[in-house]
C-alpha cells in the first residue's frame, strides 16, 4: 500500500492532485486509515495509469472517469489501444526529430535540404488539427473556403506553392539583421501576404492573428526556431508593424 505522498512520488502527480481525484470520484484510495490517511493499493496504481494515460490524449477528467467507470471497460485493450497511440505519436516525433536533425545540418551547411523539407515532419493530421484552430479563430466558412480552393490545385502547383512560402520564410531569416520594420523585411512579407492568397483572402486580422499565432503555438514555435531561433518572436513584430501600417482598404 502507498500512501499519498509515496503515490504523488512514484507517479510524479501532485498531492493536490490525488486529493483533487479522490473528492470528484476519479481515484478513491484503496483505504482509509483511522487517522485519515488514505492509501493506494495496486488496483487504484493501475487506475491511476489509465487516468494518465488518457489524460496524456487529452482527455477531460469526466471523459476518463465515464470511461474506466464502464461496466464493459476491460484494462488490457485498454492498453492495447494506448500503446497503438504511442507508438503513432513517437513516429509522428521522431519524423520532427529527424526534421529537427536535417534542418540543423542545412543552417550549418553540412547538408541540403529543399524547403519542403523544412516542414516535413508536419502529418495531414496537424494539418486538420490547425484547421479546426483556425476555424475557432476565424469561422468555419473561413477555412472550407480555404481547402477547398487548395484542393483544386494540381500536385505540380501544390509543390510551387509550397515552395514558394518556403522561399519568402528563407529570405526572412535572410534580411533578420535589418530589422522588423526595415524595408527589406516589410517588401517580404507583401510576399508573403500575397501569397496567402492561395489559400484564402487574409483580413488584416488574420494577419495579426498569425503572427501572434507564430510565436504562440508550439509547433509553429518549433518549425521557425529550426529555421532560427529567434524567428517565432520577430516574425510577429514584423507583422504586427505589417499591420499597423497597411492602407485601411487592404
Given at each position: 500500500m502507498y500512501t499519498v505522498k509515496q503515490l504523488s512520488d512514484l507517479a510524479s502527480v501532485s498531492v493536490r492532485t490525488l486529493h483533487y481525484y479522490d473528492e470528484i470520484g476519479l481515484l478513491k484510495p484503496t483505504a482509509v486509515g483511522e487517522n485519515g490517511y488514505r492509501y493506494y493499493g495496486e488496483d487504484a496504481l493501475l487506475r491511476l495509469q489509465q487516468i494518465l494515460f488518457f489524460r496524456e490524449l487529452e482527455l477531460g477528467l469526466l471523459q476518463i472517469k465515464e470511461i474506466v467507470d464502464s461496466p464493459d471497460f476491460d484494462l488490457v485493450s485498454a492498453l492495447r489501444t494506448h500503446r497503438h497511440v504511442l507508438q503513432e505519436k513517437v513516429r509522428r516525433l521522431q519524423n520532427l526529430i529527424d526534421t529537427v536533425d536535417s534542418t540543423i545540418l542545412h543552417l550549418v551547411g553540412e547538408v541540403g535540404m529543399s524547403k519542403k523539407q523544412l516542414f516535413a515532419g508536419f502529418s495531414d493530421e496537424?494539418?486538420?488539427?490547425?484547421?479546426?484552430?483556425?476555424?475557432?479563430?476565424?469561422?468555419?466558412?473561413?477555412?472550407?473556403?480555404?481547402?477547398?480552393?487548395?484542393?483544386?490545385?494540381?500536385?505540380?502547383?501544390?509543390?510551387?506553392?509550397?515552395?514558394?512560402?518556403?522561399?519568402?520564410?528563407?529570405?526572412?531569416?535572410?534580411?533578420?539583421g535589418e530589422g522588423a520594420d526595415s524595408p527589406a523585411i516589410q517588401a517580404i512579407l507583401a510576399r508573403w501576404h500575397q501569397h496567402l492568397r492561395y489559400f484564402y483572402e487574409p483580413t488584416r486580422d488574420i494577419l495579426r492573428g498569425l503572427g501572434h499565432l507564430y510565436n504562440e503555438h508550439p509547433d509553429f514555435i518549433a518549425t521557425f526556431e529550426n529555421m532560427h531561433p529567434g524567428l517565432p518572436k520577430f516574425l510577429e513584430q514584423a507583422i504586427t508593424y505589417y499591420c499597423d501600417h497597411l492602407p485601411s482598404e487592404a
Open positions: 496537424k494539418q486538420k488539427q490547425y484547421e479546426h484552430e483556425i476555424a475557432e479563430r476565424y469561422g468555419r466558412e473561413t477555412v472550407e473556403k480555404s481547402v477547398k480552393l487548395w484542393n483544386r490545385y494540381t500536385p505540380q502547383e501544390k509543390e510551387k506553392i509550397k515552395s514558394e512560402g518556403g522561399a519568402i520564410y528563407s529570405d526572412l531569416v535572410a534580411h533578420m
